[in-house]
């Protein structure tokens, strides 16, 4: 006897052992005809009974993806492992796999029938592998480290992203292999680290090594790698697999930081002879010394600038054939590049193989040379030679080793200068100390237990004192209002090593109290103790006083601004509005929140020109009053208004913009125009008039002539009868 679908579905789950996995039956219109029990846990239902009343079609999350696995089975008859989301009892969602097939009646459907497996688990998982992978590669682009696996069996190698990247080759672009690895290893590394990788593998212990690599583009990266290796559970040697970081800007930044050490010891040493009085030979050789142990240099060499300034002598150097230093010369200008120097009166770096700029192979001694720099040794102004150093290989000096040689050179110009004139010394010193009398700031060094070791007349009378003498005799910790300023300042001084602009209250003796502004520095001994606290104090009690009275000025002129029934706007010097009072807002339209902020709107377009001329000259310090000008309405009319600008300027009297007053004379204008036009109306009307007069006048005239005449005719007539 044929067994019954439900028959079929119950033989199979028998045979399924306990694994969960939903088994259905439904009609091609969605009903669920069949299902196991397995299949309603996963959709959260009680039984199987109460799905024969839920359409299949209700419980996918993605209608689209239904019909999807329809038109796969639709077209080949079955669908395996389809991924698809469906939707609960409870309205939560879960991710299944299914297989399904369709069964036909001579090529009519008939229903599906497949099975369900909850893979919701599997999903999570893989979607937290997924963003693992990805946090793990975006760590291994920023910190620049890469990781390899070697199956030690197959050879097969693994590659990271960030490994191809880091041996400068696009991810995948080729299959690495543990003797392409090699290959790329740099030539005096590769037996190293090769000798490294297998004792480590055959050892099967953690490893690691230091080495450079040639990326396909010739350049050289520092790595350092991490290895370790997996046994099989024979303990054989199964996969290798390791970390490489890319160290080389950490290499190169070592590297910079030992150069610079070499170079501030070179410098420091230097500047102790020379404070220390060395004797003047004594010095330059050990300063040519030096730098050529600090820059790694076969050459270096140290010119004196001769009276009349057309030679140059070798005064001192390292690495010279004998019986040149002291007796070689050289010519100034283009004729030499310790000439060129002084010529152009800064660093001259120089590639001697391509040089065009000056002749350098005029004195024998100097040929083979060939990159060459040179910097000029100058104090107060005055020229004293040439410091320079020379490789025989092709070299780049850095900013960094310009700045090493020119802080030497420096320090020899200084030492020249001493050795010139040690009597002009003496005068600068005294000179000094009249100016520390006589600036007109406060200089001071104190102790930190406020004991003042010494002051200036200006100190003691910014503080109140009548001589330094006094000021001494009291501790700088009185004089300060707030106390916990005293706590603040010295916080601040030993924490950084300096204070800049420090403002605070002192009280002098008389009980009057000052703001001043102090700006300091802490001075230690070789341990790291301080010494004592040296300083300037500047009195800026008037200059607190200004600025308060400007913040209460700017106050009312806010105020004043924000009450004027005249619309007020002021503009930064970029055309920016920055205010724009109420009366501005019922005259234009526009709200302070609308343009704060943003480009001056009211402008017309043909208006713009005439403006930006009126705005710059208010810019160059120039005001402006009653100036007709048209402006826009935010609804588009325009409206005539009368102009005046003047200049922002701030607490320095710098100016920063300009303030506008604009009063609109719309209406004025209207009245003045029909004004106008009732005038000419008048002009008119009275031009008629004279006319009519004129007109009058002259019939009156005519018809005078008229009656002359006719009263002449009449006598004459008479007359005639008469006689």
């Known amino acids: 006897m044929q067994p019954s679908p439900t028959d079929a579905i119950r033989f199979v789950e028998d045979r399924l052992n306990g694994i969960r996995i939903g088994l259905f039956r439904s009609a091609p219109d969605g009903r669920i005809l069949e299902a196991n029990e397995a299949l309603a846990e996963i959709l959260g239902y009680d039984g199987p009974h109460e799905l024969h009343d839920v359409n299949a079609e209700e419980l996918y999350v993605n209608a689209a993806a239904r019909r999807e696995w329809r038109a796969l089975v639709d077209r080949d008859g079955v669908v395996q492992d389809f991924d698809i989301q469906v939707r ?11 297989s399904v097939r369709g069964v036909r009646d001579d090529g009519r459907l008939l229903h599906y029938e ?6 919701t ?6 979607e937290r592998r997924a963003q693992t992978t990805a946090l793990l590669e975006m760590g291994e682009r920023m910190a620049h480290v890469g990781t390899w696996e070697l199956d030690l069996r197959t050879a097969a190698l693994r590659w990271s992203d960030e490994l191809f990247r880091i041996f400068g080759l696009e991810p995948r672009s080729i299959e690495p292999t543990y003797e392409d690895l090699v290959s790329r290893i740099h030539p005096h590394d590769r037996e190293l680290i090769s000798r490294t990788l297998a004792e480590g593998i055959k050892a099967a212990i953690p490893f690691s090594y230091e080495g450079r690599i040639v990326r396909p583009d010739g350049s050289i990266r520092h790595l350092r790698g991490q290895n370790d290796v997996i046994l099989d559970q024979g303990g054989r040697p199964e996969r290798g697999f390791g970390i490489v970081q890319d160290i080389t800007e950490w290499r190169i930044a070592e590297q910079e930081i030992n150069t610079r050490g070499r170079q501030q010891a070179a410098v420091a040493e230097v500047l102790g002879m020379a404070l220390a009085g060395a004797p003047f030979t004594s010095l330059l050789d050990r300063a040519a010394e030096v730098i050529a142990h600090a820059l790694d240099l076969p050459r270096t060499k140290i010119f004196e600038l001769l009276p009349g300034g057309q030679e140059l002598c070798l005064l001192a150097g390292y690495g010279w054939q004998e019986g040149c230093v002291g007796a070689m010369t050289v010519g100034s200008g283009r004729r030499s590049q310790a000439g060129y120097t002084l010529e152009v009166g800064g660093p001259v770096v120089s590639d001697l193989r391509s040089e065009r700029r000056f002749t350098h192979d005029a004195n024998p001694a100097e040929r083979g040379v060939m990159t060459s720099a040179t910097v000029i040794m100058q104090a107060a102004g005055e020229v004293y030679g040439v410091l320079g150093a020379d490789s025989l290989t092709a070299r780049e000096f850095s900013a960094n080793d310009i700045d090493f040689l020119q802080t030497i050179a420096d320090v020899l110009a200084g030492s020249f200068r001493r050795l010139q004139s040690d009597q002009a010394l003496r005068r600068s010193e005294e000179r000094f100390r009249t100016l520390f009398e006589r600036v007109p700031v406060g200089v001071y060094r104190s102790t930190p237990d406020g004991r003042v070791l010494d002051g200036n007349p200006a100190l003691a009378e910014m503080l109140g004192f009548d001589s330094v003498e006094a000021l001494r005799s009291t501790l700088s910790t009185d004089h300060y209002v707030d106390p916990a300023d005293r706590l603040r300042w010295r916080s601040i001084l030993e924490g950084t090593g300096v204070l800049d602009g420090y403002e605070m209250r002192q009280r002098r003796p008389d009980g009057t109290v000052i703001w001043v502004r102090d700006t300091a520095r802490v001075i230690r001994d070789d341990q790291g103790n301080v010494l004592y606290y040296e300083g300037i104090l500047q009195d800026i009690t008037e200059e607190r006083r200004a600025t308060e009275a400007l913040r209460t000025t700017n106050d009312a002129l806010a105020t004043l601004i924000s009450s004027s029934p005249i619309p007020i706007i002021t503009l930064d010097r970029d055309g920016v509005v920055t205010e724009w009072n109420p009366a501005a ?3 234009f339209g526009w709200t302070a929140d609308e343009v704060i902020g943003r480009p001056y709107p009211l402008v017309p377009p043909y208006e713009v020109e005439r403006f930006t001329s009126f705005f710059q000259e208010i810019l160059s310090g120039q005001s402006f009053t009653d100036a007709d000008a048209r402006r826009r309405h935010k609804d588009g009319r325009i409206l005539d208004v009368s102009s005046s600008g003047a200049p922002l300027r701030d607490a320095s009297g710098a100016i920063i913009g300009a303030l506008l007053i604009l009063v609109d004379i719309t209406d004025r204008r209207k009245a003045e125009e029909e004004l106008r ?10 031009d008629h008039r004279r006319g009519l007069m004129a007109r009058l006048a002259t019939a009156q005239e005519e018809e005078r002539r008229r009656i002359a005449r006719d009263v002449h005719d009449i006598v004459a007539h008479s007359l005639t009868v008469v006689l």
Not at 88 to 98: C, F, K, M, Y
Not at 677 to 686: K, P
């Open 88 to 98: 609960r009892r409870d309205g939560s969602t879960r991710w299944v796999r299914s």
């Open 114 to 119: 497949g099975s369900i497996q909850d893979v």
């Open 121 to 126: 688990a599997w999903k999570e998982a893989e």
């Open 585 to 587: 807002d019922q005259t």
């Open 677 to 686: 036009q009732s005038l000419q109306l008048l002009r008119a009307a009275d």
